[in-house]
């Protein structure tokens, strides 16, 4: 074979194999989260690393931590202040509980970033979080309305959706560790609910998990998450990892 013809081969050889490895590298890039947590009444350390190593049985995923505000219900954080708080990540997660902020415009300082199209996980008090305010876009941006709670118990979950991928795992009837039942208001037109809880309070039905949309966004919710037993427990800690393999568009087995 000729100097010439032997070049060509490899030219031809490497135009074949190049595309393949671009693809091995994409999928290989790890997916980069920004958790936000602190706030009132939780164990947010315990939390955050509970969450961080479940996720990591599923996916590599860079982790940004932001545990700021205090523990108090009333805190702005300095993060939100930059319009581009969101920019690099894949997926934001709320585990923050600040209920009693109410500044309309920080709170749009948020949810404008979602509603563009950065994918979000909600997680228990983020419910109640801004829950003082007259606004809605917060709580639209979760994808349900909730302002109060019930008392601390065992609470039997049922799948309702059960074909979607972040609740296959789920038993059909699972009893969580001892955690608080979010009574939930309003589902949001865009949201539909993967599991539900009934009150032992007022018999009702409630969803404690769910998959919306807001703007361009994809949001997974959970309302369970108060308890480090909670934390504590495999399935828990299953559907919250497959939910945000879910919102951040990541394939779900």
């Known amino acids: 074979m000729s100097a010439r013809a032997a070049l060509s081969s490899l030219l031809l050889l490497l135009a074949v194999i190049a595309p393949g490895c671009a693809i091995v590298e994409k999928e290989a890039r790890p997916l980069h989260a920004l958790l936000i947590t602190g706030g009132c009444c939780h164990n947010y350390?315990?939390?955050?690393?509970?969450?961080?190593?479940?996720?990591?049985?599923?996916?590599?995923?860079?982790?940004?931590?932001?545990?700021?505000?205090?523990?108090?219900?009333?805190a702005e954080l300095p993060l939100y202040s930059n319009p581009d708080w969101a920019k690099g990540y894949d997926v934001i997660v709320h585990n923050e509980c600040f209920a009693d902020t109410t500044s309309p415009e920080y709170i749009?300082?948020?949810?404008r970033v979602h509603q563009a199209g950065v994918p979000a996980v909600v997680i228990h008090c983020a419910m109640h979080t801004y829950r003082a305010t007259a606004?809605?876009?917060?709580?639209?941006?979760?994808?349900?309305?909730?302002?109060r709670h019930d008392h601390m118990s065992n609470y039997p979950v049922k799948k309702v959706l059960p074909v979607n991928p972040i609740v296959k795992n789920l038993p059909e009837v699972w009893t969580t560790p001892k955690d608080e039942l979010y009574v939930i208001e309003k589902l949001w037109p865009n949201?539909?609910?993967?599991?539900?809880?009934?009150?032992?309070?007022?018999?009702?039905?409630?969803?404690?998990?769910?998959?919306?949309?807001y703007g361009k966004a994809r949001v997974f919710g959970?309302?369970?998450?108060?308890?480090?037993?909670?934390?504590?427990?495999?399935?828990?800690?299953?559907?919250?990892?497959?939910?945000?393999?879910?919102?951040?568009?990541?394939p779900v087995e």
Do not use: C
């Open 135 to 147: 606004i809605d876009d917060w709580r639209e941006f979760l994808g349900v309305t909730s302002r």
């Open 108 to 111: 749009r300082q948020i949810t």
């Open 45 to 74: 350390a315990f939390q955050s690393a509970q969450l961080t190593n479940a996720v990591a049985k599923f996916a590599k995923v860079d982790w940004t931590i932001v545990m700021e505000g205090g523990t108090g219900t009333k």
């Open 191 to 213: 949201s539909q609910a993967l599991a539900t809880s009934v009150s032992e309070q007022d018999g009702k039905t409630y969803p404690v998990a769910w998959i919306s949309h």
């Open 222 to 250: 959970t309302t369970f998450g108060h308890s480090d037993e909670t934390f504590s427990d495999p399935v828990y800690l299953d559907y919250l990892s497959r939910g945000l393999l879910w919102a951040a568009g990541h």
